[in-house]
């Protein structure tokens, strides 16, 4: 029997996931890590925060160089490799001995996952399956940000106070 359900929102859905354990923990997340990571590394909060700026900083910087590298090459594959990518850094940011080295990994590793398995990748995505409820289609995988905004920082927390940061990004990885 033919289903009847367009095989474009079976991406709208997987991108919603992607976007709810991608964005959602990298992001949402950050502020219920950085109490931990200025208490380990004896660091001030402002020092804690340049994480995200440089991160934000590279993101920007990275999306004109992903762009046509999306369009040109597999889709599927750069966002597989993104989230490789999101785990391998949340294992190298548990391993980290100093705020540079989480630094240089938010910077890296993280900032190409993101850009991987984030919103300009699923909107490449989204737009190659959908002409007519594109925007439907990428508002339900924007939405997988808000989800996992409200989902995945209790259960960070709860991690935290139950195993430490570095096992809690071991177990989110």
Same mark, same amino acid.
């Given at each position: 029997? =033919?289903?009847?359900? $367009?095989?474009? !929102?079976?991406?709208?859905?997987?991108?919603?996931?992607?976007?709810?354990?991608?964005?959602?923990?990298?992001?949402?997340?950050?502020?219920?890590?950085?109490?931990?990571?200025? =208490?380990?590394? +004896?660091?001030?909060?402002?020092?804690?925060?340049?994480?995200?700026?440089? $991160?934000?900083?590279?993101? #920007?910087?990275?999306?004109?160089?992903?762009?046509?590298?999306?369009?040109?090459?597999?889709?599927? =594959?750069?966002? /597989?490799? +993104?989230?490789?990518?999101?785990?391998?850094?949340?294992?190298?940011?548990? *391993?980290?001995? @100093?705020? /540079?080295?989480?630094?240089?990994?938010?910077?890296?590793?993280?900032?190409?996952?993101?850009?991987?398995?984030?919103?300009?990748? *699923?909107?490449?995505? /989204? @737009?190659?399956?959908?002409?007519?409820?594109?925007?439907? #289609?990428?508002?339900?995988?924007?939405?997988?940000?808000?989800?996992?905004?409200?989902? $995945?920082?209790?259960?960070?927390?709860?991690?935290?106070? @139950? *195993?430490? !940061?570095?096992?809690?990004?071991? $177990?989110?990885?």
């Amino acid at each position: 029997m =033919k289903s009847s359900i $367009f095989p474009g !929102w079976y991406q709208a859905i997987v991108t919603f996931l992607l976007s709810a354990t991608g964005i959602g923990t990298v992001l949402m997340c950050f502020s219920v890590i950085a109490v931990p990571l200025q =208490k380990d590394f +004896g660091t001030s909060r402002e020092e804690v925060m340049l994480i995200m700026t440089i $991160f934000y900083v590279l993101t #920007a910087a990275i999306a004109p160089v992903l762009g046509p590298i999306m369009d040109r090459y597999s889709i599927r =594959k750069i966002m /597989l490799a +993104g989230g490789w990518l999101l785990a391998l850094s949340y294992i190298a940011i548990s *391993y980290a001995t @100093s705020l /540079l080295q989480v630094m240089i990994i938010y910077g890296t590793l993280l900032t190409l996952a993101l850009s991987g398995i984030g919103n300009l990748a *699923y909107t490449v995505l /989204l @737009s190659r399956w959908f002409t007519r409820h594109r925007c439907r #289609a990428i508002a339900i995988a924007a939405l997988g940000i808000s989800v996992g905004g409200v989902v $995945f920082p209790p259960i960070l927390q709860f991690l935290i106070d @139950s *195993y430490g !940061w570095r096992d809690a990004l071991r $177990f989110f990885a």
